[in-house]
């Protein structure tokens, strides 16, 4: 991919390459907004546009995750940027963000609201695409680590809730972890309440309210006494105010409703076809019962009246 395609950052962390410089004015405006969020950061096409737009931001949520210090992250490239307020056509939707850290470690974010029941096979096939990063003629040994970070508004495994779990290759008998280089988060927006400590302790659990915070009042609420979560609730709140970002954000909220009710009418029809054939399973053994029925019968009164 061309330069001209990368955003690069180098610390401290700028934002705003879309929106206009804030101002106290809308710095005002943001402080005396109620009501409802619009579009939140489960909307993916939001998710997409606030981490890239503050891209400090950005940096804080992935060291929050990974449990790094702000120091550790000197530069950041978003290496596939969307040209935010362009109209998006449904086979370009972008669903997640990638993101080159300190050019040795590639992140993977990726917001995921509908359950297809393919997760693990899902988010180890971006895993895998990333972790083949070297050039032809490169030392396996210069591989850069690739880390995946899904957010999802589901149960992955429903026998084994938990908001926030890390998982690497290691051997099954000793535990002994096979590489460092090879990781996948899954936190689970649904199970904020079973957040940790350590989850507390990294405001894990403040980033994941914040994504499901569903009015201002409680967006700011959250952000108080935080710079870095105020910042961020701030470009949320300017870019739920841009017309084209809006209609795009309702463009993917439309999409992941069709893809439910699609996801919910097989589900439904699936059901009542399992139903249908239970009863009909049903039926025929009723009847296969009443012929044998019929057949004794028939049996018992033959020898009643032997046929002469």
């Known amino acids: 991919m061309s330069k001209t395609n990368v955003h690069t950052i180098t610390a401290?962390?700028?934002?705003?390459?879309?929106?206009?410089?804030?101002?106290?004015?809308?710095?005002?405006?943001?402080?005396?907004?109620?009501g409802k969020v619009d579009y939140n950061p489960t909307n993916n096409?939001?998710?997409?546009?606030?981490?890239?737009?503050?891209?400090?931001?950005?940096?804080?949520?992935i060291c929050s995750i990974l449990h790094w210090p702000r120091f550790k992250v000197k530069s950041l490239e978003i290496t596939n940027p969307i040209v935010l307020g362009k109209y998006i056509e449904n086979k370009t939707f972008i669903l997640?963000?990638?993101?080159?850290?300190?050019?040795?470690?590639?992140?993977?974010?990726e917001m995921q609201l509908n359950n297809y029941n393919n997760w693990p096979e899902r988010s180890l096939g971006y895993?895998?695409?990333?972790?083949?990063?070297?050039?032809?003629?490169?030392?396996y040994s210069n591989t850069k680590a690739a880390i995946h970070i899904g957010f999802l508004d589901f149960t992955l495994f429903p026998y084994l809730p938990e908001f926030?779990?890390?998982?690497?290759?290691?051997n099954i008998k000793n535990h002994n972890i096979y590489t460092d280089k090879f990781i996948l988060h899954v936190i689970e927006l649904n199970s904020?309440?079973?957040a940790t400590e350590e989850d507390r302790n990294h405001e894990?659990?403040?980033?994941?309210?914040?994504?499901?915070?569903?009015?201002w009042e409680d967006i700011r609420m959250l952000s108080n006494d935080n710079p870095t979560l105020e910042s961020a609730a701030e470009t949320l709140y300017q870019l739920?105010?841009?017309?084209?970002?809006?209609?795009?954000c309702e463009r993917f909220y439309k999409a992941e409703a069709r893809e439910r009710g699609f996801k919910n009418n097989i589900a439904r029809l699936t059901k009542e076809n399992e139903e249908l054939t239970k009863t009909n399973s049903e039926l025929a053994n009723t009847l296969a019962e009443q012929l044998a029925e019929n057949a004794r019968l028939k049996a018992l009164l033959e020898q009643k009246n032997p046929s002469k």
């Open 240 to 248: 739920n105010m841009d017309e084209q970002l809006r209609e795009t």
């Open 96 to 109: 997640d963000i990638k993101v080159l850290l300190n050019d040795n470690t590639i992140v993977n974010l």
């Open 12 to 34: 401290p962390l700028p934002y705003r390459k879309y929106l206009p410089e804030a101002t106290p004015e809308t710095h005002r405006q943001f402080l005396q907004a109620t």
């Open 204 to 215: 894990i659990d403040k980033w994941v309210s914040l994504f499901k915070a569903t009015t």
């Open 127 to 139: 895993l895998c695409r990333n972790f083949d990063n070297l050039n032809k003629g490169d030392d």
């Open 192 to 194: 904020i309440h079973m």
């Open 45 to 61: 096409y939001m998710f997409q546009a606030l981490f890239q737009e503050n891209t400090e931001a950005l940096t804080n949520l």
């Open 164 to 170: 926030h779990a890390t998982y690497k290759i290691q």
